[in-house]
């Protein structure tokens, strides 16, 4: 069964650091296309970071941009958001996203759970 573990998240002060990272497991990962999104409260689900299967491409939100980057690791079936000069609107729970083509030009996606990231003194 296809699954996405979210971990990592946690409180921090503003200009902190953070390092989330996303299993996965059920699929081919190296395949996959993944990404990561957020939601704060009252607010839409907005994309933060997408890579694709072989790393070479990345797109970020203009909010993340400079701050935040996306990595994967192959070989550990692992996708990471590095979280840099946290601010306080950062604050959301962050949501590990895969996109893959199963077959004949099916495309499946799959989301994970979450992971809280809060951002306060």
């Known amino acids: 069964q296809v699954q996405l573990v979210e971990s990592g998240g946690g409180l921090v002060q503003p200009g902190e650091s953070l390092r989330l990272s996303c299993a996965a497991s059920?699929?081919?990962?190296?395949?996959?296309?993944m990404s990561w999104y957020r939601q704060a409260p009252g607010k839409e689900r907005e994309l933060v970071a997408a890579i694709t299967s072989t790393g070479g491409r990345t797109n970020y939100a203009d909010s993340a941009k400079g701050r935040l980057t996306i990595s994967r690791d192959d070989a550990k079936n692992t996708v990471y958001l590095q979280m840099n000069s946290l601010k306080p609107e950062d604050t959301a729970v962050y949501y590990c996203?895969?996109?893959?083509?199963?077959?004949?030009?099916?495309?499946?996606?799959?989301w994970g759970q979450g992971t809280q990231v809060t951002v306060s003194s």
């Open positions: 059920g699929f081919t990962f190296s395949t996959a296309s």
């Open positions: 996203k895969a996109v893959w083509e199963a077959w004949r030009q099916r495309w499946y996606s799959y």
